[in-house]
Structures are given as structure tokens and as C-alpha cells.
């Protein structure tokens, strides 16, 4: 089969689409032919490599996926032959303290298809039957291969650690990204205001056309968070979502109001800065971190979704064979919203 691997971690020219053997479905998976994948910043830093990231060369790329089950192994339940069907690709044991909980993001193993074992940016992927979600019947392959590892994560971020209520106030770093963008449409569903940044006006100007209540550009004003509290008239936000890291960090201390909360579930920018532990104490801020999503953070997900019928922002829809260039955009920071592709073209 047909698939995007690397052979070696490094820039984007190690990316090639390739001949590859067919996946062979273990006990308790399933076998998914992809009808579409999406790209994650994820991909970027399996490409790249990263300390503790141990591959098995030549390795499958992709998270994301939406398709139809064509085989199963034993042991399987709940799915069959002809399912339409969206992958929750968050690996985990299924007998740890953490999953006994239900919290299967916290596994002691937890892993990322694509991370952890071979991705999805192939014809087919073998994936456990417990990972595999009905496919929300409102949504093409495309859109519903854009859901599942944004969408878990700015769920988990604003409802499940955040608690988030109607009426409060969340502010969205770098809007365009995946999980921003799902934050966004996720924090208007649940009846919230929210303020968006980027540093381009385009982008900022289709974040209102979506929900945004109010959008700043950071490279125009002389300071986001004196920004921010003029929006708030002075209060700060209840809840930031931050998925950029080292270069909003410090910002968020002096833009939540006093008792917010702080969610950080990425580090685009950077995994060390400094901590305001000033404000920290004496503003009784909670920081929270955040990754992926428990299996019931998926399932209401997309239920949320189904429910609203909402649809996620695709930036463009693309074959396996521009994965580099897709991919390249993504690094840029040029995308507004998932970078779909159609791993059968
Ligand atoms: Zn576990």
C-alpha cells in the first residue's frame, strides 16, 4: 500500500510517499482502510525526532484519521465490516490505575498513533476496535478526519480541566492552529466570550466570521495583555488556552483575572519559560496542564459536535503526495485551520 514514511528523522525532505507492506490486524483491532487523514504539529515533531521518541524505521506518519473498517482480529466488539468510522488516536493500556479511571490520557504508556505506532497517512492502519468512533453523518471524510486530535484536546482543555461555564470569558493564543481554532468553536458552543490573537489581520478577521467576540494583533499593539483587560474593562479572562508556549507564557499572568485558570497542552515556541509565581499565589491562579483526551472526552465531543452540527475549519484539502508541502506550510504557521489529506490520491 501506498503510504508517507521517513527513514530517517530530519527536515522535510526526509518525508517520501512510498510502496509500503500492509498493516496486519492484532487481537482486539481493527483494520481501517483511511479515507482521509489530517496533519498535526504532532507529525512535525515525530519527522523532526525528539528525545524518548524511539521508531521503528521506515515509520508510517499521521494521527488523524477518518475511514471505513474492512477487517477485524479477534476479540473485537461494537464495530463491523463497513463501519464509517473517525480514530481516536490516543493509545493506552486499558488496565492502569489512570485508565481504570477512565482517564486514558493519563496512561502510564499512554502513546499517539502515529507517535507510538505506525500512522495514518496510508491506505490502511491497524488500530485498536476501542479507539474507533462512528462517524458523525453530518460530516464528509475530509471534515471528519479534521476532528479527532484537535477537537479531544480543546475539549479536555476548556470542559474537562477547565470546567468552563457559559458566560465566562476565554482567551485563544494563535488562532489558525488546530487546537485554537477548535477551542474557539467549542467555547461559542458552550455560550462563552472569547478573545482570539494572531499576528495576522486575515486570519483574525476570518476568526470573527466564526465566533470570535473580539481579535487583537499582537505585532500591532504595543502590549496584548493591557489589550485584553481594556477589552475586559479591567477584570482579565477567566480561562486562557495556550498551545504555544514559551512565547505566551509570561503574557497569560498578566491577562487572567484573579482565580482564572491557565491551560497549556502545547509548546510551539518553546518548552522553558518563566513563571510570574508572584501572581501565581497571590492572584490564586490554577495552571492545568492538558493532552489529548480521555475516551469519554471523545465520545462527548462528538456528541457536542453531531448535536450542533458543527463543522471544523479545513485550511485545504490535499493528496498524500503534497505531504511535504503541507507540511511545510503548517511549520510557516500559514494555515488557517486542518490540513486534510486524501490518502488514496
Ligand atoms: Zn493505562
Known amino acids: 500500500m501506498k503510504a508517507a514514511v521517513i527513514h530517517e ?17 492484532g487481537e482486539g483491532e481493527v483494520l481501517l482502510e483511511v479515507r482521509s487523514a489530517a496533519l498535526n504539529h504532532l ?11 524511539a521508531l521503528r524505521m521506515p515509520h508510517v506518519l499521521g494521527s488523524d484519521a477518518a475511514g471505513i473498517v474492512v477487517e477485524l482480529g479477534s476479540g473485537t ?122 499576528s495576522s489581520d486575515e486570519k483574525l478577521s476570518k476568526a470573527r466570521a466564526i465566533g470570535a467576540d473580539h481579535a487583537v494583533n499582537y505585532k500591532s499593539v504595543d502590549n496584548v495583555a493591557t489589550e485584553v483587560k481594556d477589552i475586559t474593562e479591567g477584570r482579565g479572562v477567566d480561562v486562557v488556552i495556550d498551545a504555544i508556549g514559551a512565547g505566551t507564557w509570561d503574557t497569560n499572568f498578566n491577562l487572567v483575572r484573579r482565580g482564572g485558570r491557565i491551560v497549556l497542552c502545547g509548546i510551539t ?44 475549519v479545513i485550511d485545504s484539502v490535499r493528496p498524500l503526495k503534497d505531504i511535504a508541502n503541507a507540511m511545510g506550510r503548517m511549520e510557516a504557521g500559514e494555515q488557517f485551520g486542518k490540513i486534510v489529506l486524501k490518502t488514496s490520491e
Open 9 to 25: 528523522h530530519g527536515g522535510l525532505d526526509r518525508v517520501r510517499v512510498e510502496e509500503v507492506p500492509e498493516p496486519k490486524v
Open 77 to 198: 466488539h461494537g464495530v463491523k465490516v463497513g463501519d464509517e468510522v473517525i480514530l481516536n488516536p490516543g493509545l493506552s493500556c486499558g488496565c492502569c490505575e489512570s485508565c481504570l479511571r477512565g482517564q486514558q490520557s493519563e496512561c502510564i504508556s499512554f502513546s499517539i498513533v502515529g507517535a507510538g505506532k505506525p500512522g495514518t497517512f496510508a491506505e490502511k492502519v491497524a488500530v485498536p476496535s476501542c479507539n474507533v468512533f462512528p462517524k458523525p453523518a453530518h460530516l464528509n471524510f475530509d471534515e471528519a478526519a479534521a476532528l479527532p486530535l484537535v477537537y479531544q484536546t480543546a475539549w479536555r482543555m476548556l470542559m474537562t480541566r477547565a470546567g468552563l461555564k457559559p458566560g465566562e470569558t476565554v482567551l485563544i493564543h494563535g488562532i489558525g492552529g488546530g487546537v485554537a481554532l477548535a477551542a474557539l468553536q467549542l467555547a461559542k458552543l458552550a455560550g462563552a466570550e472569547v478573545i482570539v490573537t494572531s
Open 43 to 53: 507529525d512535525i515533531w515525530v519527522r523532526k525526532g525528539r528525545p524518548g521518541l
Open 269 to 312: 515556541t518553546g518548552g522553558e519559560a518563566k513563571t510570574n509565581l508572584r501572581a501565581l499565589y497571590w492572584n490564586q491562579l490554577t495552571i492545568m496542564g492538558s493532552t489529548m483526551g480521555s475516551h469519554e472526552d471523545v465520545r462527548l465531543m462528538l456528541k457536542a459536535v453531531t448535536t450542533a452540527g458543527l463543522k471544523p
